[in-house]
């Protein structure tokens, strides 16, 4: 934190600092579930509290996490939408030098890459972050039967893709 | 086939390893970027218009002495923030405001502007500032800014309140007189909020104005939620403290 960050800080700052510290890695990481890279991770990360803090003093305290998850998750949507051509640069693992020949992590992760954007968001959202149906249904903007039927067709195809993770590799935004 | 459980520590693991992670630093300067063309954006319309109105007459507040300059050698205000080195007048600036509406908390920001900038300009290039700009969190529906400096030469001088007029709500344009020039206390919406503005331009054409933006759904719910009345704002508008010379690059 600079000097003069501090002395152009204004009063609310404070909490907003407070927000992003303890809410930055779980976000990375709904991120990361939702579009299959970090850097694409971090991106919608950083936006997201960037649209945090413009909008900081008219969030309700108690409605802020709700509030943020939504951004986060429209910010992904955008995210994954504006990507839809970097197909080639998507199916190169951030962990090029990981050395495990099978890797659980990457196998669930390019298993999610194949379903399209909202199911993983679906999934991330009430299996990452166990969120129960209806805040999922808030952050999605969805109706409660929406979200509950979207997520048992995403289970059952993310079954499917990782009975044969050799057909793993489409990406069907 | 696996369960649930499974799944959440299958999820678990995937995402487990941050690399990295979004800097707080660039979250807050980036958003302090868009709150302050966000703001700006609200000069727009009325205000704006009446504040480019304004003619030049490249000299400060007559009758109220020639105003800060923009480098003063007074030691800083006691509690005032330094928002741009190198000048005092930031500070100045939030005292002024602290003395008339000591209920208001600490600005968010004070910053210089130019005829080429709706909202900050480079808070290096304070000394070609042509005005100076305070901007307030009153609340979580109500943002205020305070504007001082003056308008762009050639412009149209105060237009005052067109005749009869009546803004949306029944709120009234209003004039004054002020110790040397006429003060406005008009009010306009921009569809999701509602922006009461008193304003205060000087004979030389130097302007102060007073902006409160209230988030509301009427006219009746922004007035009730609105900290102040043109009252209030009257002494704020008239304190020479707030003026300041013509930039000598802009005369």
Redesign the interface.
Same mark, same amino acid.
């Given at each position: 934190?600079?000097p003069?960050?501090t002395? *152009?800080a204004?009063?609310?700052?404070s909490t &907003?600092?407070e927000f992003?510290?303890a809410r =930055?890695?779980g976000?990375?990481?709904?991120s &990361?579930?939702i579009l299959g890279s970090?850097a694409a991770a971090?991106d919608a990360? =950083?936006t997201?509290?960037? =649209?945090? &803090?413009?909008h900081?003093? *008219? $969030?309700?305290s108690e409605t802020r996490d709700a509030y943020a998850r939504r951004v986060l998750v429209n910010t992904c949507l955008a995210a994954a939408r504006s990507r839809r051509r970097e197909l080639v640069v998507d199916e190169v693992p951030?962990r090029a030098a990981d050395p495990a020949p099978y890797d659980? *992590?990457?196998d669930? $992760?390019a298993a999610l890459r194949s379903l399209p954007v909202r199911d993983r968001a679906v #999934?991330?959202l009430r299996? #990452?972050d166990?969120l129960p149906v209806a805040a999922v249904a808030d952050a999605l903007r969805l109706p409660e039967g929406t979200v509950k039927s979207q997520t048992a067709r995403a #289970?059952e195809r #993310?079954?499917a893709l990782?009975a044969s993770p050799q057909e793993t590799h489409h990406d069907h935004r | 086939?696996?369960t649930?459980s499974e /799944?959440?520590e299958?999820? @678990? /693991? @995937?995402?487990?390893?941050?690399?990295?992670?979004?800097?707080?630093?660039?979250?807050?300067?980036?958003?302090?970027r868009?709150?302050r063309r966000?703001r700006a954006g609200l000069l727009g319309g009325a205000v704006a218009g009446m504040i480019a109105a304004a003619a030049v007459a490249g000299i400060a507040l007559s009758g109220s002495g020639t105003g800060s300059d923009l480098v003063a050698t007074d030691p800083a205000p006691s509690g005032a923030?330094?928002?741009v080195?190198g000048t005092d007048h930031d500070q100045l600036v939030e005292r002024t405001v602290a003395r008339h509406l000591p209920s208001l908390?600490?600005?968010?920001?004070v910053y210089p502007s130019d005829w080429d900038h709706r909202g900050p300009m480079p808070d290096a290039d304070f000394a070609d500032a042509t005005d100076w700009q305070a901007a307030y969190?009153v609340s979580?529906?109500e943002?205020l800014l305070v504007l001082s400096g003056y308008a762009p030469p050639g412009e149209k001088a105060d237009p005052g309140c067109p005749g009869g007029r009546t803004t949306s709500g029944g709120i009234g344009c209003h004039r004054t007189p002020g110790p040397d020039g006429w003060i406005t206390d008009d009010a306009y919406t921009t569809g999701d909020a509602y922006v009461f503005y008193s304003t205060y331009v000087v004979r030389s054409g130097f302007t102060t104005t007073v902006l409160e933006t209230v988030?509301a759904s009427s006219w009746d719910e922004a007035l009730d939620r609105r900290a102040f009345v043109p009252d209030d704002l009257h002494p704020l508008l008239t304190d020479a403290d707030l003026a300041f010379p013509l930039p000598a690059s802009r005369r």
């Open positions: 934190m600079g003069s960050r002395s *152009r204004p009063t609310w700052e &907003y600092c992003f510290h =930055q890695r976000f990375m990481r709904t &990361y579930a970090w971090e990360t =950083q997201t509290f960037t =649209q945090l &803090y413009v900081w003093p *008219r $969030i309700r951030d659980e *992590r990457l669930l $992760i #999934l991330a299996f #990452l166990d #289970l #993310l079954h990782l | 086939m696996i649930d /799944l959440r299958h999820f @678990a /693991l @995937a995402t487990d390893d941050v690399p990295s992670g979004p800097d707080l630093e660039t979250s807050i300067n980036r958003g302090r868009s709150r966000r923030a330094d928002f080195s908390p600490r600005p968010d920001d969190t979580p529906t943002e988030t």
